[in-house]
């Protein structure tokens, strides 16, 4: 009965190892698949970060950057324009209206601007000769749709009164208009998501910008 009695335990004791041992095994198993699937997670953390990092900085053709480099110097000779009504207009519609273009492209500026240096394209600096403050510009003119020579700029820093309320708004009209005409090259041939979104909101503001100053002039002319 000892005998058998000691076998028992003997094949009860090699059982238990057996059993241990497979569950060491299945557990290295385990540990080591989760170490690869941990690997395998990083690695695909750090491929989407850098996709995103690309995708925020890569996803731009030149039609964009031509946009913004554009649009700056636009946007702030309508800003220098607008700050000219707050001394200069005599009607207080188009003072509001100035305002408004003011606090609307203000911020375009800024935000079009940080698309350049993300994508590390120059930022167009301040024109010269367009701080209405006696500077000139040697040249004449402006490439850009819409935009104002200096004589134009000089003329309209000079009036005042009714005579400034319509030479701003038939310059304004024109401006906005090749605004408008740049915008709706960058919604078709643009393709960085915000650029072409604030292409269209460019051309959706303006738009209806222009038909209020067309309904001030013609009541300013009356």
């Known amino acids: 009965m000892t005998g058998k009695t000691s076998t028992r335990t003997s094949t009860r004791t090699l059982v238990r190892r057996a059993a241990l041992a497979a569950t060491a095994a299945t ?38 950057v031509t946009f913004a480099q554009g ?4 946007h702030r000779q309508a800003v220098q324009m607008a700050e000219l009504a707050a001394d200069r207009a005599s009607s207080a519609e188009v003072k509001d209206l100035a305002s408004r273009i003011q606090k609307a492209q203000d911020p375009e500026i ?17 024109m010269p000769g367009m701080d209405h403050s006696g500077g000139h510009s040697s040249g004449g003119g402006s490439d850009m749709a819409g935009m104002m020579d ?3 700029m000089d003329k309209l820093s000079k009036a005042s009164g009714k005579d400034f309320d319509t030479m701003f708004l038939t310059m304004m009209i024109e401006h906005h208009e090749g605004a408008v005409e740049m915008a709706t090259g960058e919604k ?3 393709r960085y998501g915000p650029a ?11 738009t209806a910008e222009i038909k209020e100053m067309n309904k001030l002039l013609g009541k300013n002319a009356g």
């Open 27 to 64: 557990a290295a198993l385990v540990l080591a698949a989760c170490g690869g699937d941990s690997g395998d997670s990083g690695s695909a953390a750090k491929e989407s970060a850098t996709s995103s990092a690309e995708a925020s900085a890569g996803a731009h053709n030149d039609q964009d």
């Open 71 to 74: 649009m700056i110097p636009h």
């Open 110 to 126: 800024e935000t079009m601007s940080g698309w350049l240096k993300t994508w590390g394209e120059d930022v167009p600096s301040a």
């Open 150 to 152: 200096q004589k134009d």
């Open 188 to 190: 078709t041939k643009g």
């Open 196 to 206: 072409t979104e604030l292409a269209d909101a460019v051309i959706t503001a303006q």
